[in-house]
C-alpha cells in the first residue's frame, strides 16, 4: 500500500569530544550494511592511531581554505583552532542510491546542515556525567592539560546545544547507546513524511474477489451493505 521514498536518509551525529560517538557510529556501521560513514576533513595534526582517509582527511590550513573557495564543502567550521568540513560529493551520489548517510560533525556543521537540509535526522550523544567527561578527554593522553582544559570548556557550551536536535542518546552503556541508535535510525523510516506514494488498490475489485471466495456464505450481508457495495 506504501511506497517510501528510495532517498537514503541524512543522519547528523554531534556531541561534545570524549562522548564517544565515534565508537558508536563505528559499531552501528558495521551491523548495518546500508549505512555510510562520510569521513570528514580537518585541517588539524593527525593523532596516533589514526588513519587517513579512516579518521579523517588530513589537510593542512591553506589546502583546506583553497577547497573552501572551490565549493568543495557541505559545510565546515572552525573548532579548538582547527577546521573541520564535510566534502559533498560523495555523500550526494550514495544517498541518490538509496544509502543512509552518517556524518560526525561538531555542532556549528551541524546547525549549518539543519539550514541546508531541515529533513535530516539529528541525533545528539551525551556523556553520563560532565564528570567522566573530564575523565575520558584526559584519558586519551593525546593532549596537554591546557588543551583538555578548552575541550572541557567547549565541550560544557555543547551540551547546552542539545534542544537544536531531533533526539539524545546517552553514553553510560556502549551497547545500549548503539542499540538506541540503530532504534531511532529504523523508526525514522517509518515517519509519514518518508512515504513517496500511497498505492491505492481498486475498492471494487476486492470486494468483488471477496464476494466470489466460496468459503463466504454471501447470504449473510444485509440489504443495507449490499447498497453500499
Not at 84 to 90: D, Q
Not at 115 to 129: D, M
Not at 195 to 215: A, C, Q, R, Y
Request: aromatic letters at 8%.
Amino acid at each position: 500500500m506504501i511506497k517510501q521514498k528510495k532517498q537514503g536518509q541524512l543522519i547528523v551525529i554531534s556531541g561534545p569530544s570524549g562522548a564517544g560517538k565515534d565508537t558508536i557510529v563505528e559499531k552501528v556501521i558495521k551491523k548495518n550494511e546500508n549505512i555510510w560513514l562520510s569521513v570528514s576533513a580537518t585541517s588539524r595534526k593527525i593523532r596516533k592511531g589514526e588513519k587517513e582517509g579512516v579518521n579523517y582527511f588530513y589537510l593542512t590550513k591553506e589546502e583546506f581554505e583553497e577547497r573552501i573557495d572551490n565549493n568543495y564543502f557541505l559545510e565546515y567550521a572552525m573548532y579548538a583552532d582547527n577546521y573541520y568540513g564535510t566534502p559533498k560529493e560523495e555523500i550526494i551520489k550514495k544517498l541518490d542510491k538509496g544509502i543512509d548517510v552518517i556524518l560526525v560533525i561538531e555542532i556549528e556543521g551541524a546547525k549549518k546542515i539543519k539550514e541546508l537540509v531541515p529533513e535530516a535526522l539529528f541525533i545528539f550523544i551525551l556523556p553520563p556525567s560532565e564528570k567522566e567527561l573530564l575523565k575520558r578527554l584526559s584519558g586519551r593522553q593525546t593532549e596537554d592539560k591546557e588543551k583538555i582544559i578548552k575541550r572541557f570548556n567547549i565541550a560544557y557550551q555543547e551540551i547546552n546545544e542539545v534542544t537544536k536536535y531531533n533526539y539524545v542518546v546517552v553514553n553510560d552503556d556502549l551497547d545500549e547507546a548503539v542499540s538506541k541508535v540503530e532504534s531511532i535510525i529504523k523508526a525514522e523510516k517509518c515517519r509519514v513524511d518518508r512515504i513517496e506514494e500511497m498505492l491505492v488498490s481498486n475498492k471494487e475489485e476486492l470486494i468483488h474477489e471477496f464476494l466470489m471466495d466460496e468459503e463466504f456464505d454471501n447470504s449473510l450481508i444485509s440489504e443495507k451493505i449490499k447498497e453500499e457495495i
